[in-house]
């Protein structure tokens, strides 16, 4: 079983980026899904998540207005389209899978998590 996520690189600020989360050995349809960053130096902190359905969808703050999640269930699939990237948005960002569950901000909630992709801002 295992999250794979891509889709990261170098970028100018104010350009965009869309990450993919692509799932293998079984199916994330039922379960509730996020992303995650991790700066250097810096803990974990929650990006986005989404509901099974995809109904739901939650942001932080700091990304709000500017990042999007959806998910394709028929391809075991989830996205982060991200827009007006700023140089602060530079991390490892993370996909994770919560199995059956609500989808949360909470890093100990989830249970599978994929290796990370690096998004690097440039001003």
């Known amino acids: 079983v295992q999250l794979q996520a891509s889709g990261g690189g170098l970028v100018q600020a104010g350009n965009s980026l869309r990450l993919s989360c692509a799932g293998t050995?079984?199916?994330?349809?039922?379960?509730?899904m996020g992303w995650f960053r991790q700066a250097p130096g810096n803990e974990r902190e929650f990006v986005a998540s989404?509901?099974?359905?995809?109904?739901?969808?939650s942001y932080a703050d700091s990304v709000k207005g500017r990042f999007t999640v959806t998910r394709d269930n028929a391809k075991n699939t989830m996205y982060l389209q991200m827009n007006t990237l700023k140089p602060e948005d530079t991390a490892v960002y993370y996909c994770?899978?919560?199995?059956?569950?609500?989808?949360?901000?909470?890093?100990?909630?989830?249970?599978?998590w994929g290796q990370g992709t690096l998004v690097t801002v440039s001003s």
């Open positions: 994770a899978a919560r199995v059956a569950g609500w989808a949360t901000g909470d890093v100990g909630d989830y249970d599978y």
């Open positions: 989404i509901s099974w359905s995809g109904g739901r969808t």
């Open positions: 050995g079984r199916t994330f349809s039922r379960d509730g």
